[in-house]
């Protein structure tokens, strides 16, 4: 079935793919994590931010988040 899209503004694409239109499959090849406040990685053409006081939590318990190694 085709894709119907609409507006769309891409302001920056680092190191990734931007795919519009009908896939098969999408799997990652690269992960990562990066822990910040709440407002720390906002983009876009007009930004506005109150959160106030932020506090990250940066305990992880967990050993695989997203496992990439099968997909090729």
Known sequence: MP??????QIVNVTGGVVHFGDTVYISP????KT????GSFNTGGIIFTASGLSGTNV??????????????
Do not use: Y
């Open 59 to 72: 305990l992880d318990a967990n050993l695989l988040d997203q496992p990439i190694g099968g997909n090729n």
């Open 35 to 38: 822990n910040a406040g709440s």
């Open 3 to 8: 894709a119907i899209m609409g507006p769309v």
């Open 29 to 32: 090849k690269s992960a990562s």
